[in-house]
T-cell receptor, first 113, second 114 residues
């Protein structure tokens, strides 16, 4: 079983809809959660990061963490065709000063005009 | 503009050949990382370095080597011992190696076998 599970998609939504993405994880030591956006043939771009359970908002993006259920989500409001990309979740544990990252495999999102 | 520059964008390796992928950052970050990305898999850590002249193996270091002689540079050599090198290679950096520091990525090098 992978430590981080993410549905590969593709997830197709019409322009203006809310995109809902999620990742589940098995290691309760994960304490730091990130979402990256990756366009084709490009490197991942950091969108949001959070330490705590609950919601964190940044413009059209909302990151949600539920540590009790080992579940994180990313919501994109008012989606645009430029949001079409692969979204990677990442998490890190903090049992020592060096925290190793664990990445999900990514969900491909297609926003159609 | 500050960032991470990877070169070349595309690289082809012949049988038995070693190839070196370049990674340079001007963000003044202490920590640097190399990942391999394969379709349907999450990024897998090859090597990481928290300070100059020090680096550690990641999960899939076999067949790879690195050096960290300068803070801004972290080249990766894919040796002939790596039998399945075709992949997208990503270099990343963070302010420090601390657990609360996000990583920032370059735009990758795609390596293929001739």
């Amino acid at each position: 079983q992978k430590e981080v599970e993410q549905d590969p998609g593709p997830l197709s939504v019409p322009e203006g809809a809310i995109v809902s993405l999620n990742c589940t994880y098995s290691n309760s030591a994960f304490q730091y959660f990130m979402w990256y956006r990756q366009y084709s043939r490009k490197g991942p771009e950091l969108l949001m990061y959070t330490y705590s359970s609950g919601n964190k908002e940044d413009g059209r993006f909302t990151a949600q963490v539920d540590k009790s259920s080992k579940y994180i989500s990313l919501f994109i409001r008012d989606s645009q065709p430029s949001d079409s990309a692969t979204y990677l979740c990442a998490m890190r544990w903090t049992t020592d000063s060096w925290g190793k990252f664990q990445f999900g495999a990514g969900t491909q999102v297609v926003v159609t005009p | 503009d500050g960032g991470i520059t990877q070169s070349p964008k595309y690289l082809f390796r012949k049988e038995g050949q070693n190839v070196t992928l370049s990674c340079e950052q001007n963000l003044n970050h202490d920590a640097m990382y190399w990942y391999r990305q394969d379709p349907g898999q999450g990024l897998r850590l090859i090597y990481y370095s928290q300070i100059v002249n020090d680096f550690q193996k990641g999960d899939i270091a076999e067949g790879y080597s690195v050096s960290r002689e300068k803070k801004e540079s972290f080249p990766l050599t894919v040796t002939s011992a790596q039998k399945n090198p075709t992949a997208f290679y990503l270099c990343a950096s963070s302010i420090s190696g601390g657990w609360d520091q996000p990583q920032h990525f370059g735009d990758g090098t795609r390596l293929s076998i001739l």
